[in-house]
């Protein structure tokens, strides 16, 4: 992930700021500029999601890609954001309590690093809510 | 009236015992434990760091009462843990909490009190007209040498605060600083762990500095011990607070809401302004509060601190969790997985 | 438009092989192609091949024109091109040699796929991999390929209530296919206690649940079906070609556990053979993941949606069950040069209707198809051949 990549979506990344079709009144987070629906006749504008969601489905990752800000077992889920869509995310908890159903909101973390000297990856994980 | 207009604090989950960290040493724990007055300190999660935790502490102010973060225009983080050494935490945090562009912002160091000097630089802004409101914050993962006494207190956490004029839930009155050239403790720059001068860190540093601020606000506002409510001090043990304010008249009693550091470790920049906030968490209105920070290097901010009814009317302080709902269900870790959290461990770059 | 057929196929051992670079593998399974219809290169009008990451693994790009050029065809000038489609380059590859060859635009068209993967670290191997999923939204916050399939595992397994033995017979399965294919990368049977036992990756998903990192080439040559008795006794003929698209991210589709860009290209396929399920005598399907293998043949409609871990575990899919899945060893038991799958399923399906099959020979076999995935589901492609 170079610097110019990830700067560029670090409102969506920190903040859950998707968009929102004004036209037929979906949601997207992750955001889309084109709206699957009313493609051309589709007004989007920013919305920024509360953070709060479901677990869809998710499991418990042993083995991780060298990068990644906590090495060891992490549970990755997919969520449904309470405002529809559906996003993809770690959800921080003892894997063993992960299940499908439980209610998550946004937490801030660190997601990556670019080695000992690049940049820190921040972003948005998900916690239980108590 | 400058003062507080919300507050938030975060601890993370994690702790190790003293008595875990005294088995890999070999040492007596329950003499560690008797002569710190510490039991165990909070620990990060392999994700967390300096900035996350300043996040979270600022978020939660945020829960607790409707701030537009665009009206806040300046962020100062104080921390000895900074992410980077160059490229300021409180830009990461504006970002975070909504209140970029158009703001300025610093990182602050100065050892254990960057956070209260952040809250001093607020209040000068707020007051001048300046700015609306200002987010002063404190946070620190600090680091302790392996085997050092350090090792045993120093943990994780910070706290947040947005200084302002408009229905402050407590007013800062005052505030004095007594500041000098003292190397009781310090870290140079690239080294992983800070260096201290052992027991010369006590009267020379400590002690010195927090009674010359203590005392020259208190002289300056006319005031004793007994005219306060509660007090705070800087708390790298539970007996550096507790015979510093026996000293200066305060009783048990006063401190005993702000003195955490039994149950979580020295926090460094979040050291007083999390005490404070623990403080806050039970105060009434027209309840008062002395606050005396210290950071090694030297130097202490004290404060002069009132409730209003604010605290009751404009904010709402169940929105966000408690100091003593964060030390709450936590996760124990033993030394080898602390090291992991530390990254005390050379891993394969 | 005219009719395609098979006239010649090749394909490399699959494994990994240290000895062989990308060129080597491209070139033998060109050449085994070649020798089998009978034909030299100056005959080919153009070529296709499929490779997902030349870039990420061999720091090489402009592969069409590398293959042309190694292949010994650069004196012709002939037309060549990579297709790529995450895993499903292979599959893809095929479709755009037989769409030139229907059209009338060329006559005879190599459709070849390649990977060469393990000239680069495992971590870096895994990583570009996770290019064929959403890299921005899915990679970049902690999702790894055996992640985004052990999480349709867990929905598929949480509606239907498949059992985790169920799920392991399909790579034991796997392997009593590729014990007995001479190309496979692992040729030896396991038991279900061997998928039972290996380490976790990711939850529920175990290592023998996983397909391999693997290098190999295949390559297979198409003509007008008017012209396939010049080159070949057995031609076999190209009933069908599909393709469809999803989401990229497994996050956007409608049901987690449901390809539906898998629905869509069977139900094209079948409608443009004119055939059912019924008329189909083996599948290859794309078995990544065991459990891409369980909603391959529900989403192909061989059975009903929740019922394949019973239909798998009752036998209903080894060699002489009611419908053969995988008789070449799948991804699982074979291996998985990326690229190269889509390719050396066309292969296995043309083996089978030449009887040239040996020990995993399906009897009478006369119409074969293969299904092709790229990512968790966003590209696929499905082909129906059969004996002329």
Known sequence: MTVARFWRKIPQRYNLVGTKCETCGRHFFPPRTF??????????????????????TYSVIQTEPDQFASPGPYVLAIIKLDEGPQMTSQVICDPKDAKIGMRVKSAFRRIATDGESGIIHYGTKFVPVE | MVGIITYGVYIPRYRIKVEEIARVWGANAAEISGGLGVFEKSVPDMDEDAATIAVEAARNALLRRKVDPKEIGAVYVGSESHPYAVKPTACTVGEAIGATPEMTAADYEFACKAGTAAIQ?????????????????????????????????????????????????????????????????????????????????????????????????????????????????????????????????????????????????????????????????????????????????????????????AINDKIDRAAAPSVEKLLQNPIYLDYARYAKHKGKLVMQV | MREVAVIGVGCTKFGEHWERSFRDLFVEAGALALEDAKMSGDQIDAMYVGNMSAGRFIEQEHIGALIADYAGMTGRHIPSTRVEAACASGGLAFRQAVIAVASGIEDIVVAAGVEKMTDVEPGASTDALTGAADREWEGFVGATFPGLYAMIATDYMHKYKMTREQLAHVAVKNHYNGARNPIAQFPNEITLDTV?????????????????????????????????????????????????????????????????????????????????????????????????????????????KGTAGKFTADGETALGGKIPVNTSGGLKACGHPVGATGIKQVYEIVQQLRSEAGKRQVDGAKIGMTHNVGGTGATVAVHILGRV
């Open chain 1, 35 to 56: 709206c699957p629906d009313c493609r051309r006749n589709g007004k989007i504008v920013d919305h920024k999601f509360a953070g709060f969601g479901t677990v869809v």
């Open chain 3, 196 to 304: 039972l036992k290996s380490t976790m990756v990711a939850e529920p998903l175990r290592l023998f649940d996983c397909s391999p990192i693997t290098d190999g080439a295949a390559a297979v040559i198409v003509a007008p079906l008017d012209r396939a008795k010049e080159f070949t006794d057995t031609p076999i003929r190209v009933l069908a070609t599909a393709q469809a698209s999803d989401s990229i991210a497994l996050h956007d589709r409608r049901d987690i556990s449901t390809l539906d860009a898998t629905v869509a290209a069977g139900q094209r396929a079948f409608k443009m053979a004119k055939l059912s399920h019924k008329d189909i005598d083996m599948v290859e399907v794309h078995d990544c993941f065991s459990i891409a293998e369980i909603c391959a043949i529900e989403d192909l409609g061989f059975c009903k």
């Open chain 2, 121 to 309: 630089t607020c209040m000068g802004l707020v007051k001048s007209g300046m700015i609306r409101y200002g987010l002063a914050i404190g946070s620190d993962v600090s680091q302790g040498a392996p085997g050092d006494a350090l090792e045993y207190t120093a943990a994780a956490g910070g706290a947040a605060y947005v200084i302002g004029n408009d229905d402050p839930i407590a007013t800062i009155n005052r505030t004095a600083s007594f500041t000098t050239d003292t190397p009781d403790f310090w870290r140079r720059e690239g080294q992983n762990y800070p260096r201290h001068g052992g027991r010369f860190t006590g009267e020379p540093g400590y002690f010195k500095h927090v009674k010359g601020a203590s005392t020259l606000l208190l002289s300056q506002l006319k005031k004793t011990a007994k005219d306060y409510t509660y007090a705070v001090f800087h708390q790298p043990n539970a007996k550096f607070p507790q015979k510093v304010a026996k000293d200066l008249g305060f009783k048990p009693e006063q401190i005993k809401p702000g003195l955490v550091v039994p149950r979580l470790g020295n926090t460094y920049s979040g050291a007083s302004p999390v005490g404070l906030a623990a403080t806050l968490d039970i105060a009434k209105p027209g309840d008062t509060i002395f606050v005396c920070s210290f950071g090694s290097g030297a130097g202490s901010d004290a404060f002069d601190i009132t409730v209003t009814d």
